[in-house]
Each structure stands twice: as C-alpha cells, then as structure tokens.
C-alpha cells in the first residue's frame, strides 16, 4: 500500500454560480455556444456528493462573481505537506483566480505560501505522486515553474512536454492511480516525454484517444475508487479489469469550457 491508497482526502472546491462559457481559451470552448450554468451546478453536485459518499472531505471557496472559470478549482494552486504553492495564469481572464485562492489558503490557516514568479496552473499541470511531482508545459505552465515548485515544496518535478491543444493541463491527459501508477493518453506528449513515461510507470494503463475526447483522464482516484467521467467506456473497463470500483459522473456542461471532474477539484495535502 501507497500512501495515496485508501486515505481520506481533503479537497477544495468551487461551487459553479458564476460558471458561463464566454471567451475562448481552449479547443473546447466555444462563446457562442454557450453552456447551460443551472445543468452545470447540478451536475457539480452529483461531483461532490459522489467524494463524500466515498468519505472524502469537500471544502469550499466562495465563487467570485466575473471568474466563470473559477469552478476549476484544481488550477487554483498546488499544495503538498502542508506548502502552498500560488498559480499564475497563463490567461488575464483567469489571472484573479489566483490571489482568490492564496487568500483562501492564507485565511484558512496555511502558512506555508509563495506567490509563483512563473506562470503555473496549479494541479492542473502538477500531479502529485509518492516520490516525484509530474509536471506538464507547452500550452499553460512555464517550465520555470517546474523549477520554482521543485525549490518550494523540496520534491523532485518531472517535466513533461503537451503536444495536443486539446490536452493543453497534463490533468486532461494523465491521472495518479495511486501513488506509484498513474493512466494516460501517449498521444498528448511529445516522444520524449511518452518514452520517459513508459521507463517511470511500466505498468501505467494508456488510455485511447476515445477516453481522452471525452475528458476521461481527468479522472480523481483514491486508490481503491475513480472518479470519472461516465462516457469513458474502454478505461473504465480497464480500471474495472484492474480492481478499481469505478464511480462514473456526468460533467458534460463542464466539459464545454474544457473541464472534467479533476479539474473542479483541488486536493489539500
Ligand atoms: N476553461 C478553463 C481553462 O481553459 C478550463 C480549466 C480546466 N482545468 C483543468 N485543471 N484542466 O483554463
């Protein structure tokens, strides 16, 4: 057993009430399309009720009216041993997002904070294994960021590089299994980050590019139970074969500003 196995978790989210597709800053989004905010929050709901069935705790930030994008909770920092690192946004139409949830970390007792001096979208390109952060560049996070991280927190950061726009957060490509294996889709990085993946996690699941169209490897495990996205048939097949209890939810509203359910979500470790 891992210590990513099986614990309770502490996540941080962010109820949808201004949630709204009006810019475009990913494939996925489309302004004059829209989204519907009423399905959006229900569907949010069905997210967070499904963590505390599984005995996970859910804390809240307040939304800020003007930030649709701020139910991303994930993208709002990085937080390992207590230590919080700040995001910065790639995008100003984000950019308030991060002192929003510094403020709230600080607030809520962590004492432990740097404002980033690169840009860095939080755990949306940080995931946190046992040994090593996987960190991901090329669409959002500065690579310097990697760097800065690395010196904060004081664990070893790995850099991966995205190469599909549609994977532009290593969160939309690549999920923690536990705290040693971890799922992805080798189609969203480069050659040289794919073969660095397979010599890290031999017995990594690789996901199809079906499961990464519907946003199935922003995917919350606990090491016993995914959380995931419901139209991602064939991995969750594969976690099923595997002896994951797979919950799946419904995020479609979401999903049209680019987002699944590791994206509303923001672990506090
Ligand atoms: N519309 C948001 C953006 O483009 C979606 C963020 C999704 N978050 C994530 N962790 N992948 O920034």
Not at 17 to 30: G, L, S, T
Not at 67 to 76: I, K, R, S
């Given at each position: 057993m891992t210590t990513e196995t099986c614990m309770p978790k502490h996540f941080l989210m962010c109820r949808p009430?201004?949630?709204?597709?009006?810019?475009?800053?990913?494939?996925?989004?489309?302004p004059a399309k829209g989204a519907d905010r009423e399905l959006a929050i229900r569907q949010w709901e069905t997210l967070k009720a499904a963590y505390e069935e599984l005995g996970h705790q859910v804390s809240l930030i307040d939304p800020v009216e003007g930030?649709?994008?701020?139910?991303?909770?994930?993208?709002?920092a990085l937080v390992v041993d207590g230590r919080v690192y700040g995001a910065r946004f790639a995008f100003p139409e984000r950019g308030p997002e991060g002192p929003a949830y510094l403020r709230w970390f600080r607030d809520n007792g962590?004492?432990?904070t740097l404002e980033a001096g690169f840009v860095n979208e939080g755990e949306g390109d940080f995931l946190t294994l046992d040994d090593v952060i996987l960190a991901g560049t090329g669409f959002r996070t500065d690579r310097s960021a990697h760097l800065e991280a690395q010196e904060f927190l004081g664990r070893p950061v790995v850099t991966l590089q995205l190469v599909d726009p549609r994977f532009y957060h290593l969160d939309t490509a690549l999920f923690p299994l536990d705290g040693r294996n971890i799922a992805y889709y080798p189609g969203a990085f480069s050659l040289g980050s794919q073969e660095v993946l397979r010599r890290m996690f031999p017995d990594a699941i690789q996901a199809t590019l079906a499961d990464a169209e519907v946003l199935g490897l922003n995917a919350v495990s606990d090491g016993s139970h995914v959380v995931i996205n419901v139209e991602a048939n064939d991995l969750q097949l594969e976690l099923k074969r595997r002896g994951y209890e797979v919950i799946p939810v419904d995020l479609s509203e979401l999903r049209k500003a680019g987002g699944g359910p590791k994206c509303c979500t923001l672990e506090i470790r």
């Open positions: 009430e201004h949630f709204a597709v009006e810019y475009a800053i990913n494939p996925w989004m489309d930030l649709p994008d701020m139910v991303f909770a994930a993208n709002g962590f004492g432990k």
